[in-house]
Structure formats: structure tokens, C-alpha cells
């Protein structure tokens, strides 16, 4: 059966790394050029960084922290934060990336992902679709840290951009994310059904049980985790880590 990759997935404010709480309560991780060494050192399949303020202020991740990346990491890459033009995306893989990873911008300009997909081939582009529930338990696919909605159902918006090109897609549970409580796998499930391309399911990880849950659910091309991957114990004390050759077989057993 298809192994999936297990992917850190980091988040970046400018600088320094971050964790989040459904997207707020943002806590202070460390320097990301410590944790490539970390993940370098345990053998990591991939990583993933996210500046999560890129966008908001209307600037693209930093290209240097690319291309330090680029220098240090022995595993592909995929980086997100505000890209918006065809020269965004040429300067992030010029830089070093493997992928890159847009959110906002695939939200409201199709047009930009459709040329996005063409010049540089599906495989380079990734779409982060964020999932949040209201009140009431209604769900709504969102972007932009989750600040605005998406008219659209998320299946039909993950077919929606197979159609445009984009060849995977990050499913993101704002309810699950940093709740280390395990993954929304009704959700993942859905989108996993409903698309071709490969699907990254993210948010909720917190033991080796809740990977385990998700590969044998839906079978994801990606497990993705954040808090589990920095922080250990009950008391959540900062720790990056990974999963041993032994703890990656036990999830696909």
C-alpha cells in the first residue's frame, strides 16, 4: 500500500517560528534554520514553512530565508506567504523551494493560479484550503488566516482547483489546528474522495495513534503535523522531533 509523506509543517512570523491555537494564541517557537538542522538530522520526507503574516501585510516570505533553506535542508520544500504573481513563484524556486504553497491568492484570482500551473506544471503548485465551523457547527471553507470566506463548498472548491491545474492540495481544520486532539478525518476523507491530484491533510496531530487513524480513513498523499513535531510532553515544552523508521512503519502496519 502507498506510503504517504509524514511532513513537518512550520510556521513562520517573518522571522522566527511561531505555533498557533485555531489560528490565534501564537506562541514563540525558535529560530526555523535550527529546526532544517533538527529535521535534516531526522531525516524528515518534507517540509513545509508558512509565513502567516505574509499576506495580511502584503509581502512575500523572505527570499533569503528561502535560499538559506535551500542551502541547509537534504529534504524537499514547499514555502507560503503572499504570493501573488507568476514572478513570486519564479523567484521562491529560483531561491530553492521544491513547491510553493498559495492560499489567499488562489481564492480570488483563478486566473493568476491557471498561468501559475501552466508555466511551472502542477506539481509546483500547491492550494492551502483552510476549513473553519461556526457556532453552530456550519462549515466554511475560508482564506487568509481564516479571515475570509470562500463561496464555495470545499469539495467543490478542491475539484474546482484540479480543474484550473493545481496538482495537490493542503486540507487545513482551523477548528483542529494546535488542538494536538487528531485530525478532522470526516473532512479529509471528503476531500480525498472528491479529487484526483495528490491531498495534505493538516491540523489536529498529536500522537502517532491520530497519523495511524488518518492513513488507514482515507489514505492522504500527506500526513501533515505541527505541534507534535515541536513540542513534547504534557507540558508542551519546545522540542522539534520526528518519528523514528520504527514509528513510521508502525502507522502504515
Do not use: W
Amino acid at each position: 500500500m502507498y506510503r504517504p509523506r509524514i511532513i513537518p509543517t512550520l510556521l513562520l512570523n517573518k522571522d522566527h517560528l511561531v505555533k498557533s491555537v485555531k489560528f490565534g494564541n501564537f506562541e514563540y517557537i525558535g529560530d526555523p534554520i535550527n529546526a532544517v538542522k533538527i529535521f535534516n538530522d531526522l531525516k524528515a520526507d518534507e517540509l513545509v514553512f508558512l509565513d502567516i503574516s505574509a499576506s495580511k501585510e502584503k509581502r512575500l516570505i523572505s527570499l533569503d530565508f528561502v535560499r538559506e533553506v535551500g542551502e541547509g535542508a537534504n529534504m524537499p520544500f514547499a514555502v507560503g506567504g503572499g504570493i501573488r504573481t507568476v514572478e513570486d513563484i519564479r523567484s521562491i524556486i529560483a531561491a530553492g523551494a521544491e513547491k510553493v504553497i498559495i492560499g489567499h491568492a488562489a481564492a480570488n484570482n483563478e486566473v493568476f493560479i491557471r498561468e501559475a500551473c501552466k508555466i511551472f506544471g502542477s506539481s509546483t503548485i500547491t492550494v492551502c484550503i483552510d476549513v473553519k465551523k461556526n457556532f453552530f457547527g456550519k462549515e466554511k471553507v475560508c482564506s487568509l488566516n481564516a479571515t475570509k470566506i470562500v463561496d464555495r463548498s470545499v469539495e467543490a472548491y478542491a475539484q474546482h482547483l484540479m480543474k484550473l491545474g493545481v496538482g495537490e492540495i493542503i486540507i487545513q481544520s482551523v477548528s483542529k489546528d494546535g488542538t494536538m486532539a487528531g485530525y478532522d478525518i470526516e473532512l479529509c476523507k471528503r476531500v480525498v474522495d472528491s479529487v484526483t491530484i495528490p491531498v495534505v491533510c493538516l491540523g489536529g496531530a498529536g500522537k502517532i495513534a491520530d497519523l495511524k487513524n488518518l492513513y488507514q480513513s482515507c489514505s492522504p498523499n500527506g500526513l501533515a503535523v505541527g505541534s507534535m513535531f515541536v513540542f513534547h510532553g504534557t507540558a508542551k515544552g519546545v522540542l522539534i522531533n520526528y518519528l523514528s523508521s520504527d514509528e513510521k512503519i508502525s502507522i502504515y502496519e
